[in-house]
């Protein structure tokens, strides 16, 4: 195998070179090596197959078959998606991957739509309008509109046809990987995809009601106030609302609330 610094890593491991064994039933057309994995990219690798062979006739020597590939070329692996985090507010999530990625941030913050990365079934769940942009180049910032349903239970996807790969130079060779994907069970670096599902940040919001209204109002008018500045709703409704009166703040006098020494 080259080049040298090259590791295969196989059913077993040889003293001198890197090597794989086969174990029967091969069959008599061939055998199936189905555990080699390259773990440095390069485009000069060449790999040696041989198989010793019993002589028909005379059975102390043997026959050695071999065949030499051409130079084979072993891509990066894909960028993966490291994790998915809700940033505090929970109006962005944050894509993290783990390798540089061929996309960087647009001139003046612009974004771009998210459907040029995630699968429309992903995008549905993100509310409108939504917008997607690049913090760097491993970081993708997804920008949730009004109306968004992705939580811990939603699933990551990236579109099939993103491109989203990683271009770097590996034993003198200028390389690009194929693009990320989010398909389990595909081999990436030769482990298993698992599915991603975006996690909670470090520090989680609080609602804070804030509630506004008239400061004076004459007796027997209505009283009217709005609780839509609030605050702490992660991008969201407010699952709950209950109104109540602080009676301990309040009297009433001939049936009529009346002020404690300050506004109700």
Known sequence: LRPSVANVVAQQMCNEYPCASVVPPSGPFGAL???????????????????????????????????????????????????????SSFVQLHLDFDRITNNSPKHLSQNEPCDDFLEPVFVATLGTPVYCGWLNSMSLVIHLGVDA?????????????????????????????????????????????????????????SPRPVVNGAQNIGACEVLEVDARSSTGNA???????????????????????????KPL
Do not use: C
């Open 149 to 205: 349903t992705v939580d811990m239970q939603t699933q990551v996807l990236l579109s099939q046809s993103n491109n989203i790969t990683h271009t770097a130079t590996y034993n003198g060779f200028v390389m690009t990987s194929l693009a990320a994907t989010t398909d389990v069970g595909v081999f990436v670096g030769g482990i298993a995809l698992t599915a991603i599902y975006p996690r909670l940040p470090f520090n989680t919001p």
């Open 235 to 261: 991008g969201r409704s407010f699952s709950g609302i209950e109104w109540g009166v602080n009676f301990d703040s309040s009297y009433l006098m001939d049936g009529i609330l009346s002020a404690k020494g």
């Open 33 to 87: 090596f189905d555990s080699l994995k390259f773990s440095f990219p390069s485009a000069d690798y060449v790999v040696r197959f041989y198989t010793n062979l019993a002589h028909p006739t005379n059975f102390t020597s043997r026959i050695v078959l071999e065949y030499i590939t051409p130079m084979l070329e072993v891509i990066p692996p894909r960028p993966q998606i490291q994790r998915a985090t809700f940033s």
